[in-house]
């Protein structure tokens, strides 16, 4: 009847209005996150790296696009990128930077061994994960050169551990990988599949969706001062001048082992405004002249780095400096050594013969870069004049539009709290625990979810009470339904 129906009706759409105002609460918190900023540190195979710089195979490693090394024999990989699933604790996250291995050189020059590893990701679903990277492989015996993008190289032995409800930021550390059939082939037939590979380590930044910025009234005040710089910055463009630039050096890769090796002991300090993006160093805040038709450069960086340790090792660099002509630059610091300082010293050279500005951009990109003999004696003769030192990276922003190359981004330090705990033997609990960290649902979300259970009891409870009134005749039809054993229900 209507009144029945009706009654229905409005039972439903209350209890659709409380599901849609709670699904929400209760699983907004366990939305995907997203991974942004992060390293990961793999030596891919600490042997093999022995083999390649070996009396053997005779050859070297070099890193490429940003990649580092840490410890005693791994690489680190950054800026780290991806998702993670609180809720279900999928993860994927890959990472930037390679490492070039070469040895076995031929006399035409080439070398019969030569493998790059480069863009790692790690993916884990399910309980199983694999290491996934872009390989490019010159094949062992027939010379045969394959590329290939994303390759399943390794299977980690996650070994039981629980990927969710992780917080930010997350951690896995010495992870057990091996090598898998695609990644044997891929590796050029150096190992068979199954070959246990060196454990990974990761630690990767997470963050939830930024919310939508709120509009803001117009500022005619800001407006007049924007336009104003603007102005001012496009008249200083016109004369030469720039004021956004920054150049990018390790100084070098083995210096920075043997600082924090067993033998210097020591470490390195930054200072007024410099950047670690791992296997270099930022020089910010850049301003000075810059030619665009003669690809000349006159400029200063803000930031300042000192090296100490055992031995008597105290190196400083600071005030630094970058001239660019005829197709060479160099790059000047002054430095402070056994308490003295020596300004504007001349420490590498480097190539520069393209740095002509494109999309409002003057940009080297890892020149090759050697030690000048005033470079030399600033390292106490350690390195001799013309030893190649790490390569160095230089931008700047001829248009107010443009921007600078990204550093290198490690993501936060990882620390204990950060690791997955272990899977125990699940046994039931009375109720369920508040997740200790902002990706999971929290004591509030609980409490929500309490409170609309009861009402959503007190919604079923109120429809068949409804119902059952809604069931006996109205006095005005009481006649009518009186040849009727029962009420219709339907």
Avoid: C
């Amino acid at each position: 009847m209507p009144s029945s129906r009706s009654t229905r009706a409005l039972a439903v759409a209350l209890l659709a209005v409380l599901l849609g105002a709670l699904l929400p609460a209760a699983t907004a918190q366990a939305a995907s996150r997203t991974v942004q900023g992060g390293r990961l540190d793999w030596g891919i195979k600490s042997s093999f790296q022995s083999y390649v710089t070996g009396p053997i195979a005779n050859g070297s490693w070099s890193l490429t696009g940003g990649a580092a090394t840490v410890g005693g024999s791994q690489f680190r990989f950054h800026s780290a990128t991806g998702s993670y699933d609180p809720d279900s604790g999928a993860f994927s996250s890959g990472f930037s930077g390679g490492v070039h291995f070469t040895g076995h050189k031929k006399a035409d020059g080439s070398n019969e061994l030569d493998l790059t590893i480069s863009r790692p990701t790690v993916k884990i679903n399910g309980g199983g994960g694999t290491l996934y990277a872009d390989m490019v492989s010159k094949e062992r015996g027939t010379g045969k050169v394959s590329s290939r993008s994303q390759v399943p190289l390794a299977t980690l032995g996650l070994g039981g551990i629980n990927m969710k409800g992780g917080s930010t930021p997350i951690a896995l550390t010495n992870v057990p990988t091996t090598l898998t059939a695609q990644g044997a082939s891929a590796f050029a037939g150096y190992y068979t599949e199954g070959t246990p590979l060196d454990p990974v380590s990761l630690s990767v930044d997470t963050k939830g969706a930024a919310a939508e910025p709120k509009p803001s009234a117009p500022d005619e005040k800001k407006d007049e001062g924007e336009k104003k710089d603007e102005a001012k910055k496009k008249d200083e463009a016109k004369a030469g001048r720039f004021e956004d630039a920054a150049v990018d050096w390790g100084v070098r890769r083995t210096f920075r082992e043997y600082v924090t090796g067993s033998i210097g002991q020591g470490k390195w300090t930054l200072a007024d405004g410099a950047q670690d993006g791992g296997a270099l160093f930022r020089f910010p805040k850049g301003k000075g002249t810059y030619d665009a038709k003669k690809e000349t450069l006159d400029a200063e960086f803000s930031g300042s780095i000192r090296f100490t340790g055992a031995h008597d090792l105290d190196l400083k660099f600071a005030a630094v400096t970058v001239a660019v002509t005829k197709g060479e630059g160099t790059l000047s610091a002054d430095v402070t050594s056994e308490g003295r300082t020596t300004e504007n010293v001349p420490i590498v050279t480097f190539e520069a013969e393209d740095f002509a500005p494109q999309d409002g951009l003057a940009a080297l990109t890892e020149a090759p870069a050697v030690l000048t003999a005033e470079g030399s004696k600033a390292f106490g003769s350690m390195y001799k004049a013309g030893t190649a030192m790490d390569p160095v990276s230089l931008a700047v922003a001829v248009d107010d539009k443009a921007q600078l190359p990204a550093l290198p981004d490690l993501g936060s330090e990882p620390n204990a709290a950060a690791e997955p705990t272990k899977k125990a033997v699940e046994e039931p609990s009375a109720a369920p625990a508040a997740a200790s960290s902002d990706s999971g649902p929290g004591a509030g979300t609980w409490a929500a979810i309490g409170g609309g259970v009861l009402l959503l009891l007190g919604a079923v409870a109120a429809f068949f009470a409804l119902r059952r009134r809604s069931a006996r005749p109205a006095p005005e039809a009481a006649d009518a339904s009186a040849a009727s054993d029962s009420p219709q229900t339907s």
